[in-house]
């Protein structure tokens, strides 16, 4: 709004002209979408205890977790409105790869609403029906994808999977419009449901999320920015994106918004991140993979998630197959808490691995 508005101005207002530069956009979008938090969450978490929007604990968890019964639910709301208000303000808005991740992010964030609210009206820990919520997670990932495909000038679709550590010039995966799309609606619901599921302890989800949206604003950033005659991606043999970086925006106002809701959810939490919060993040984290051309490369640096994913999976079928469990219990944080992990103990280490996955994703920028 504000680079719609105010940078036309720039030719009688010379000041104005920094609107141009993204890095400063970039990191306007994290301030304001801190600031919003860190001040209005105080009395957004008043509200919610007038309310009565407490969590509602499995009665089959872990023992330590009944005294968190109560504590107030759906803090991604504000996080949410955070990050929605401050890429309106910051944004190109001509830029359809922004309108994608907030369409993304507000379809999944409502998905997490009507769960969260049905949780609170009904005082358990049960929402909406796994088929109900993955038939309305898949709508909005495949909408999403369908008008990706539709090759806007602002963000030209591709169907060319990249290869980690692989340069694109010695290989590139040349996948059917159909079959990239059907990939690319996998990721979004995948990660969706990986940051939800990691969303156990405090903090826990949230500090992944900061970390995979810091490397998401480099790998944007990089991907779609030319200095001078300079393509930095071509010198890093990585797909060029053209405007990438103005997915940076969105990610700067998620880490703000995140970081500010981070002082309020930090153990003990004061406020939980629910639904809204957990799979909106994890709907835009797998859209950022699609829109910057890091499907792959994804898994390793969404790491975290898609282990706490992938240990549910297979307690699941272990317990069907053989009638026993791998874990103590699942999502894997869980197993920790029962092995007689303190809890922030296993949340400091998950943000540890997800930083060293991190690391690794970055590596993967020049080895190739």
């Known amino acids: 709004m504000f680079y719609a508005l105010l940078y036309p101005l720039h030719h009688s207002l010379n000041f104005l002209n920094v609107l141009r530069y993204p890095s400063f956009r970039i990191v306007m979008a994290a301030l304001t979408a801190g600031l919003i938090t860190f001040i209005i969450y105080p009395i957004f978490i008043k509200k919610l205890r007038i309310l009565s929007f407490g969590q509602s604990v499995r009665d089959d968890g872990p023992e330590s977790h009944l005294k968190k019964t109560g504590t107030p639910t759906m803090g991604g709301l504000l996080l949410l409105t955070a990050v929605i208000f401050s890429c309106l303000l910051w944004g190109d808005l001509e830029n359809v790869g922004l309108w994608l991740l907030l369409y993304v992010s507000i379809g999944f964030g409502a998905i997490g609403f009507v769960d969260d609210l049905k949780k609170i009206t009904k005082k358990n820990s049960i929402g909406l029906s796994a088929r109900g919520k993955f038939t309305a997670q898949i709508f909005v990932a495949l909408s999403a994808c369908l008008i990706y495909s539709c090759n806007f000038s602002s963000m030209p679709f591709s169907s060319d999977v990249s290869i980690p550590f692989v340069a694109v010039d010695k290989f590139i995966l040349h996948l059917p419009t159909w079959l990239y799309i059907a990939f690319a609606v996998f990721i979004i619901v995948g990660t969706s449901n990986g940051v939800n599921l990691t969303d156990g302890l405090d903090g826990l989800a949230i500090g992944p999320v900061i970390i995979s949206s810091f490397v998401f604003l480099i790998l944007a950033y990089v991907a779609g920015?030319?200095?001078?005659?300079?393509?930095?991606?071509?010198y890093l043999k990585i797909p060029r994106v053209e405007n990438a970086y103005e997915l940076s925006?969105?990610?700067?106002?998620?880490?703000?918004?995140?970081?500010?809701?981070?002082?309020?959810?930090?153990?003990p939490a004061a406020i939980f991140m629910g639904d809204v919060g957990s799979l909106a993040l994890g709907g835009a984290l797998g859209m950022l993979a699609i829109l910057t051309k890091n499907e792959l490369i994804s898994a390793l640096l969404n790491g975290v998630f898609l282990l706490?994913?992938?240990s549910v999976i297979a307690q699941v079928a272990s317990f069907k197959l053989t009638k026993k469990r791998i874990f103590k219990m699942a999502p894997l944080h869980h197993h920790f808490e029962l092995l007689g992990w303190p809890e922030p103990k296993i949340i400091v280490r998950f943000w540890i691995i997800s930083g060293l996955l991190a690391l690794l994703t970055l590596l993967s920028l020049k080895l190739r």
Do not use: R
């Open 225 to 234: 920015t030319t200095v001078g005659d300079f393509n930095i991606a071509a």
């Open 249 to 267: 925006v969105f990610c700067a106002a998620v880490i703000g918004a995140s970081i500010g809701f981070l002082w309020f959810n930090a153990y």
């Open 308 to 310: 706490e994913t992938v």
